[in-house]
């Protein structure tokens, strides 16, 4: 090896992790794959109509598929695939052990070979491609992973997928002084053995949010130049583009404007029932104009209807975590 810099004695500790970790390049991370369906003019038409993709080589009898849908044709669906490989979890098992236990996917690259056409078998396989050195980034210190999937049509190369993770120790989080610093997820015992609601994402831009909440109040922003309310909170304005804003609290009254019940994937905790079963959330037009989403209470899920007016409340869902919901019904 060429131009490796000398380190002062000590400064660096030797990383014998990353030598292990290297060990693992090159080894299979999934088992080998068929496409669910094959290369079919709906799943084309739907993602078309998705991405407002009007490229005329998609459509008619010679259409083919738009290349960026690459992955759609190896996706697993919600059943899922349950291939991953004995490497890639002893991989995983490694940086777990080491300290290594938080997960974020960073990019994504994708080469393209070869146009995918109705009726085309797709075939697939993924290995672990490389492990970097050890990294610090503003989440935390750890190792990237990349896996590259490549992808047939007909047995012919049809293109790569490099997926890439950091798998890190988290940095620790530093929040707004005024914010309480929620307490770390644990499992519950006071919810039945439930898994928590995960924690809402406290930033700059929403800190006010949250701690109005702490205080029982909904706040909305205003804009400082055009006075047009706004919800969700963002730095500026959506009118004008303007960045001085203060804020008006909601009297509480609001209508549900439209509403989803949410029966399937499960998430048992966001559910507002003590059986963690399927739940209702809505957009709610709050009497000021602005919607918001969030759970309909005091109503059963099967029983929300838009128009139906509701009010109101905040609902400490677990210890440590109070949101805004609102009731729907008499009184
Ligand atoms: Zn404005």
Redesign the pocket.
């Given at each position: 090896m060429t131009g490796t810099r000398e380190e002062p004695e000590g400064r660096e500790e030797r990383d014998e992790l990353y030598g292990r970790l290297k060990e693992f390049e090159g080894r299979a991370a999934a088992t080998a794959g068929v496409g669910k369906d094959l290369v079919n003019e709906p799943m084309i038409r739907h993602w078309c109509e998705a991405m407002g993709d009007t490229n005329p080589a998609c459509t008619g009898p010679e259409a083919i598929a738009p290349p960026t849908m690459l992955q759609a044709w190896t996706m697993g669906g919600l059943s899922g695939h349950t291939d991953r490989s004995r490497a890639y979890e002893e991989l995983f098992g490694l940086l777990d052990g080491a300290g290594y236990t938080s997960v974020v996917a960073t990019d994504c690259e994708q080469e393209y070979l070869r146009p995918l056409r109705p009726g085309d078998r797709i075939t697939f396989d993924a290995l672990i491609e490389s492990v970097s050195e050890r990294k610090t980034t503003k989440l935390g210190t750890g190792y990237f992973v990349t896996t590259r999937m490549d992808v047939r049509a007909e047995g012919e190369p049809a293109g790569t997928h490099r997926f890439r993770i950091l798998k890190y120790t988290p940095a620790p989080v530093k929040t707004p002084a005024s914010v309480k610093t929620p307490a770390s997820v644990k499992r519950a015992s006071s919810r039945g053995g439930r898994s928590l609601r995960p924690r809402p994402v406290i930033n700059r831009d929403n800190a006010g949010f949250w701690q109005g909440v702490a205080e029982h109040r909904l706040l909305i922003q205003r804009?400082?130049?055009?006075?047009?309310l706004r919800f969700p909170w963002l730095p500026g304005?959506?009118?004008?583009?303007?960045q001085e804003w203060d804020t008006v609290e909601a009297g509480g009254e609001g209508t549900v404007f439209s509403h989803v019940v949410m029966h399937h994937p499960p998430f048992p905790a966001f559910s507002t029932s003590e059986e963690g079963g399927p739940y209702a959330v809505a957009l709610i037009e709050l009497a000021e104009g602005v919607r918001m989403v969030g759970n309909v209470v005091g109503v059963p899920y099967d029983k929300v209807r838009t128009g139906m007016p509701v009010r109101l409340e905040f609902l400490r869902t677990d210890p440590d975590l109070e949101i805004p919901v609102f009731r729907g019904g008499e009184g």
């Open positions: 804009c400082g130049e055009c006075a047009t304005c959506n009118g004008c583009g303007c």
